[in-house]
């Protein structure tokens, strides 16, 4: 169900987050607080640093292969998991 959901989202629109009081530095570029960030489920669900070189395939082996840290870093990845 984790790789279903990792692969085909629920949504399909941004998710969007205001920026922390006091801001924040991201890919070296300073956001004020207050400012909108968004980001489509499917490219942090598609992330090769978190999911594997194949993050583009549907595998759900992934998550029973995985070491226990490395799965928790992809359960803490996966957008909409509650």
Known sequence: MKEAMRC???VSYPLE???PKGGVDLCGVHLKAGTNVAVNPIVVHHDTAV???DAHIFRPERWLEADP????????TLLGKD
């Open 8 to 10: 085909h989202p629920g």
């Open 51 to 53: 999911f594997g070189p």
């Open 17 to 19: 987050r205001l920026v």
């Open 69 to 76: 840290e490395q799965i928790k870093a992809m359960y803490r």
